[in-house]
């Protein structure tokens, strides 16, 4: 009978499903993404490229997790406004320096996420609020600055805001309070000095000098007065199409986006006034669509994503943008959503060359979105005494020292996610090469029993750094459609400078629901851009 060679595209996200492979399908690319190289616009040619290494960069302890990472615009009078990093671990906030120095600025509640916001105007200030109270600090003269912070409206006990997410809109500081629907805000740079005019008033009543028409002002401590008008009354909104609890926000460019466990909505800062109102400038998914984990939520290109909830799609990722909210979990993700407990999922991203990712774990495994291809991938790290994989070690990211800098989801390291760098660090000692790996959808052909003679793919050979033993690619084969795989099957990627050496498997045997799983494990880049198959159909029964 003939043989037939096809051409078959390694290249693709991932499509896993776990309970019925063999039907949907069980594409997975792990520690891959698909990048592009194009000539032209008629010339798109697509290959799966390498994740990013994992470059230890500093610690701050053994122990626990990064709670928060942030960049502010400016920094230290006395260091030429030189930009420093913030880390928040173990419930300490620390500034870093670009020689790496540590410098405790503050605190906040240990095992609560902290979320960072900057002030603006000329006296700029980091705040930063961990559930239970808000923190402020002066990027320029290196001060702690305290902050009041509002008490809870219609509250007969006079209780004080518990504040898990703070954003600024125009200069505007805006709050919510955990389990209630009321938003807080303040007038425009409220902190811009650190003394403050405001209306002097006795028994509620505004004070005139003594010609009866000049009003009589005051001095007070502009942290005091953060979230309080001239007439020293607080100011506060919810919620105008429902009564739903406020459990996040965040701000991109003029919109606020509130966030509820069953309602989303967007509001604008008004203009026909001195104190500036605030206006709902449209709502989507109204009691049918929130926000199901309040920490999944992050932005990256004026576009926000988060792990949301409602009837409209159940458990599921999405994104906003503007005021436009989409679905963009594919079933297999949506499953994984329903079966797990999400409401502590972090979430977080960045952005390199000209790709954006959004990313969340959910126990051992993270689910990364490339905005800029519409394609999920997997990330993982690999134990470093068992060489099991667990979960991935970076957590949040920020853009500092032309690097992408990541706190650690298992201890207080930092991490440089270097592009040209192939292996992960576990500290400043022990790393073990990053596991790549790219597996299938099914294949068949027609559901008849086939052979698969030679499978050949097509990567960057010769890659390997050292003369000595050439680098090997793996290769397990599935037929069953995914549910169990067969041993490892090595071929060689070529010595260093072996650039023709092609990468192939030969004799595979026969196969009807055929799942093929190539990973590699060597600390070089590993690119597959394509790949071909030799293969015979047998006019056997199904």
Known sequence: MPQNRITYSLVGGSDLNLATANISGSAVSRNMFTETNTDGKNDVRTYLQSCPGIKYFDSFGDTGNCDGLFVPSTGLETMDYEQCLFVAYNGTVYRVDSTGNHYEIGNYALGNTVCFAESGGERAILMWVDGTNIHGYNLKTDETVDITLPKRAFNATNEYIQPTHIAVVDGTIVLNDKGSSYTYYSIKFPLNTAMRKVYKIINGQVQYLADGITIDYQDVDSGTYCFLDDYGAQKYFNGSTSSDKCVALS??????????????????????????????????INKEQGLEAPFSMASVNHKQFCIGTGKANAKCVLMIDGTTVSKISPLWLDKILSVNDVKEVKGWTYSKNNHSFYLFSIKNECYAYDIDTNEWHIRSSRNFYTGKQKNYMPLYAVWWNNKIITGSSENGHLFELDENYYYE????????????????????????????????AECNTGAKEDYGKPAKALLQVSRDGGYTYGNVIEASCGRRGQYQTRLRWLNLGMNRECVLRISYSEPTDFVISDSSMRVQELNTSI
């Open 251 to 284: 701000s991109v460019g003029p919109l606020l986006t509130m966030f509820g466990p069953s309602s989303i909505e967007f509001w604008q800062k008004g203009n026909a006034e001195s104190y500036q109102s605030w206006q709902r400038t449209s709502y989507t």
């Open 425 to 456: 660090d576990f500290d400043n000692v022990n790393r073990l090469p990053i596991l790549r790996m790219r597996q299938t959808p099914v294949i068949t052909t027609n559901y008849k029993p086939f052979i698969i003679y030679e499978l050949s």
